[in-house]
């Protein structure tokens, strides 16, 4: 028995699931070709090498440091040796010199990350940039949370608008955190969505002015959040209380129209 299908064979949960995914829902997410390769190592759950040397991220999803050894064996067993086809707006590194990309598969017509998603190792950024793709990304996810798999079979993976100390706890990782907005106010180039009445502690979500008129113009109005409750999605700050800032419309959902 090889690696990879030890690797395999150690994730049943993964083994029976990341061949879930609604393929023909999923199949709007190609975007142009950017290269393609044989899958040399993986380097976590959402990044991996390849024989050419070339380091991949896989865009548009996070994972939870504490699940990183999970989420790698389950990367490992969808493509280790594997012939991968990358795609994506450019194919220009990121500041770490890894390509960000959607990756497939053979001639699978679904990404990686969805299959990730639907085994619940992963959660969507919220930050991918085509309409379709994030739209599969959020279907996977959404298909793993009704099913309880892997991160939502565990009551933290949404962390409670409502306890700042415990958002705290993870500054400078990537959180989800669900609650009510209590008010919507903008001071200067900023709007916050408050979650409590003291700024100085409790949860707030930040938007600039630039990312604001962008929502808007997409038909989001930010005073809408006001008393509603959301679910947002983005890397946890500290100015006074917690903060995420958000930079684009995947990363806010309110709950009661999902």
Not at 14 to 29: L, N, R, Y
Not at 116 to 143: F, K
Request: with cysteine.
């Amino acid at each position: 028995m090889n690696a990879a299908r030890r690797v395999f064979c150690l994730l049943p949960l993964v083994c029976h699931m990341v061949f879930a995914v609604d393929f023909a829902s999923a199949a709007g997410c190609r975007l142009a070709p950017q290269g393609e390769g044989r899958a040399a190592a993986v380097v976590d759950g959402r990044s991996f090498r390849l024989e050419d040397d070339r380091d991949v991220r896989l865009s548009g999803i996070e994972i939870f440091p504490e699940r990183r050894q999970r989420a790698t064996a389950a990367l490992t067993a969808l493509i280790a040796g594997r012939e991968v086809t990358l795609h994506g707006d450019s194919d220009a590194p990121d500041r770490y010199g890894r390509q960000p990309a959607f990756v497939f598969r053979d001639a699978e017509p679904v990404s990686l990350q969805a299959q990730l998603l639907a085994a619940g190792e992963a959660v969507s950024a919220g930050d991918a940039a085509d309409a379709e793709c994030r739209a599969e990304l959020s279907r996977a996810e959404a298909q793993a949370r009704r099913d309880r798999r892997g991160i939502w079979a565990e009551s933290a993976a949404i962390k409670n608008a409502e306890d700042p100390g415990d958002i705290l706890a993870g500054v400078g990782r990537f959180a989800l955190v669900e609650g009510r907005v209590a008010s919507v106010r903008a001071v200067g180039a900023t709007t916050y969505l408050n979650f409590g009445r003291r700024w100085t502690r409790d949860f707030a979500v930040t938007i600039s002015r630039r990312t604001g008129a962008a929502l808007e113009a997409a038909g989001m109005s930010l005073k809408s959040f006001e008393r509603r409750r959301v679910l947002v999605r983005g890397w946890v700050e500290k100015r006074g209380g917690p903060r995420i800032e958000i930079f684009g419309a995947g990363q806010i959902q309110t709950r009661d129209e999902s």
